[in-house]
């Protein structure tokens, strides 16, 4: 996700607001190139979440925790919570041991699927 603006930062180009005369939706991300140049200790802060989602498959982060939905057909009861700083492999789901964690991780992917578009198959679509 970040390495549109980093790019751009770096040919000292902006991101449009405009395509053919219409409103885009504004880039997401933020530039790398302050961390490269050590004026910046890290690229985002602990709070930044990012995530994807594609066919109904996705994922979400913020800082150690990461949450993530296979399930076919989309479930939204059905993600797992995972502690990236101690399971790498991702094969520990902690939803239900820190449902606080779990809670806060839903409700940046709610935040998030609003601030990107994702919209949600229906049931009559699979």
């Known amino acids: 996700m970040d390495l549109a603006p980093g790019f751009l ?3 000292h180009l902006s991101y449009p607001e405009h395509y053919k005369n219409k409103k885009i939706a504004p880039q997401l991300g933020t530039s790398f190139v302050p961390y490269l ?5 890290q690229i985002h802060g602990d709070k930044y979440a990012w995530g994807i ?8 982060m913020r800082g150690k925790w990461k949450i993530t939905n296979i399930s ?13 700083a101690n399971d790498m492999a991702e094969t520990i ?3 239900k041991s820190n449902p606080a964690i779990y809670a806060e991780m ?4 709610h935040l998030f699927t609003k601030k990107v578009g994702v919209i949600s198959k229906g049931r ?3």
């Open 9 to 11: 930062d770096l040919a």
């Open 37 to 41: 140049k050590n004026q910046e200790p």
């Open 53 to 60: 989602e594609h066919d109904g498959q996705c994922m979400l």
């Open 72 to 84: 076919e057909p989309f479930d939204e009861t059905a993600f797992a919570l995972y502690d990236l």
């Open 93 to 95: 789901d902690l939803s």
């Open 106 to 109: 839903l409700h940046e992917w």
């Open 124 to 126: 009559d679509e699979e």
